[in-house]
């Protein structure tokens, strides 16, 4: 079985930085797309940022500029650079993973448990 796990997380200024990461572990034979999900509190989980396995990134429009994800597939890794972070930023952020767990063509989601981040003066 695999494993997902987020650190990086805690308490950021405004205008400062963060860098987010999480691990996999377990039986991964292939990463595919590989995202960033946030949640504040009251509100309803909301996707943050997409890379897929040719290195292609998305975001949503409320980050796009001021985050940046990336992956390292021989670490089995996805991060979330998070520059000039808002109060609107604040949430628990939860890494997503789509993983090759036999062969064949067995793929299978991951979610994290989350990660807290604070951003507040």
């Known amino acids: 079985q695999v494993q997902l796990k987020e650190s990086g997380g805690g308490l950021v200024p405004p205008g400062g930085s963060l860098r987010l990461s999480c691990a996999a572990s377990?039986?991964?034979?292939?990463?595919?797309?590989m995202e960033w999900y946030r949640q504040a509190p009251g509100k309803q989980r909301e996707w943050v940022a997409r890379?897929?396995?040719?290195?292609?990134?998305f975001y949503a429009d409320s980050v796009k500029g001021r985050f940046t994800i990336s992956r390292d597939n021989a670490a089995n890794t996805v991060s979330l650079q998070m520059d000039s972070p808002k109060p609107e930023d604040t949430a628990v952020y939860y890494c997503?993973?789509?993983?090759?767990?036999?062969?064949?063509?067995?793929?299978?989601?991951?979610w994290g448990q989350g990660t807290q981040v604070t951003v507040s003066s």
């Open positions: 377990g039986r991964i034979l292939d990463l595919g797309d």
């Open positions: 997503h993973a789509i993983i090759m767990i036999a062969y064949g063509g067995t793929y299978r989601t991951f």
């Open positions: 890379i897929e396995t040719n290195g292609d990134q």
